[in-house]
Structures are given as C-alpha cells and as structure tokens.
C-alpha cells in the first residue's frame, strides 16, 4: 500500500537558518503529494502541493519539487522565522484517500 | 466562513461508555473523513467516505463506527471506549472531484478515556 515517510524531529534551528526536511513516499500510479502544517491547538492547513513529477510547489517562501526518479518531496525554506514553528506533516493522496508522514517538529529560536 | 465544524473539542470518558462526534461542513464538499492523531504516529485514516451515502474503512477502523448522515455531515461512534482510543481526533473534508484537492481540516476534538 501507499506510505510515507519524513524525518523525525525535533528539528530546532535558529532563525534565519536554511531549513530541510526530507520526506520519502511509497505508492502505486500518480500520487499528488502534500506539505500541512500544524499550529498549536488547530487541525491541519495545506502549505504546499504538486500534481505531477517535476512539478514544484510553493508558498510563505517554502519549496518542495516532486521528484519520481528519488520518491521524493523534500521541504526546504531558505531563512526561517519564529513564526515558522510548528509541525510539518507530508502527505500523498492516491484515489480517495490522503496518507500522511508521523509529521516533523520544528522549533525556531530568536 | 466556518469551514469544518467538530463538536465537542474535549471530551473525558471512562472505559465502556458510548460517544459521538459530530462534524459538519458548508462548502459543498462530496467527500469527508475521520482522522485520529497520536504522538510520533502522524494522522492516521480511521473512516472515509467518498460520497454522500458511501463509506470506507481506512487504516484503524475497529472500534470505531460512521454514518454519513447526509452530505454534509459526517459522524463518528465509539460504541464502547477503551483507553487505546485516547487521541485527538480530526475530522476533513475535499471536493473529491480531481486529483490534488486539499484537504480542509476541523479543529480537532481531544478525547481521553480513562
């Protein structure tokens, strides 16, 4: 079946720091793939997506390019903030149904 | 614009009690899910539906029962709550009508049984 899997956190950074986090995906056909964020206290919201290999998506100055070749969908931001804390979930979507990564912690210190 | 509204957001019961969650959506939305959230485990799928009138098991259903009552709300039972189903619970829904929908999430509802 379909799967993913993302680097374990926590992942602290102080800011302005280039940020990584590596994201692996397991799945038949053409998934679309995800990036969701979660803040203290709410339910998921979406970051970023890409619908097909090669494709990049971005947002809020974050970026992850759907690689078919490596099963990949990296999340990278170049400078990050306080603001950025939070956790980071990768996701794909196959049919029906989203599949989502144990999520990434990230801390970012002023 | 309230989205996907959960009822309640907390909820204690003790082992072998009965609950609902109830979760509703105003956009419109032809598929819906129920999510459970555990530390270091992500989110994983419990119920699904894909439409109005269908539903699907996803990862963990046992334990766990859904009636889609109409297109848009979405219930989830525990019939008889055991302490492993001490998690935050999520529902969302999509439009489901082509590939690379978002998923639109609720707020949550932490439920512990003790």
């Known amino acids: 079946g379909n799967s993913v899997t993302q680097m374990e956190g926590p992942v602290t950074l102080s800011e302005e720091a280039f940020l990584t986090i590596n994201c692996t995906y397991t799945?038949?056909?053409?998934?679309?793939l995800f990036w969701y964020v979660q803040y203290p206290g709410e339910g998921l919201q979406l970051l970023l997506k890409a619908t097909k290999a090669d494709d990049k998506g971005s947002n809020k100055g974050f970026e992850a390019t759907y690689r078919k070749e490596t099963t990949s969908f990296h999340l990278e931001k170049g400078s990050v903030q306080v603001s950025d804390s939070a956790v980071y979930f990768c996701?794909?979507?196959?049919?029906?149904?989203?599949?989502f990564g144990a999520g990434t912690r990230l801390f970012v210190k002023a | 614009n309230a989205g996907v509204t959960q009822t309640p957001k907390f909820q204690v019961l003790k082992t072998g009690q009965s609950m609902t969650l109830q979760c509703a959506q105003d956009m419109n939305h032809n598929s819906m899910y129920w999510y459970r959230q555990d530390p270091g485990m992500g989110l994983r799928l419990i119920y699904y539906?894909?439409?109005?009138?269908?539903?699907d098991k996803g990862e963990v259903p046992n334990g766990y029962n859904v009636s889609r009552l109409n297109k848009r709300e979405f219930s989830l039972r525990l019939e008889s709550a055991a302490p492993s189903q001490t998690s935050v619970y999520f529902c969302?829904?999509?439009?489901?009508?082509?590939?690379?929908?978002?998923?639109?999430f609720g707020s949550g509802t932490q439920l512990s049984v003790l």
């Open positions: 969302a829904s999509t439009g489901g009508g082509s590939p690379g929908e978002k998923l639109f």
């Open positions: 539906s894909a439409s109005e009138g269908t539903t």
């Open positions: 799945a038949t056909g053409y998934p679309s």
């Open positions: 996701a794909l979507t196959g049919g029906f149904k989203t599949i």
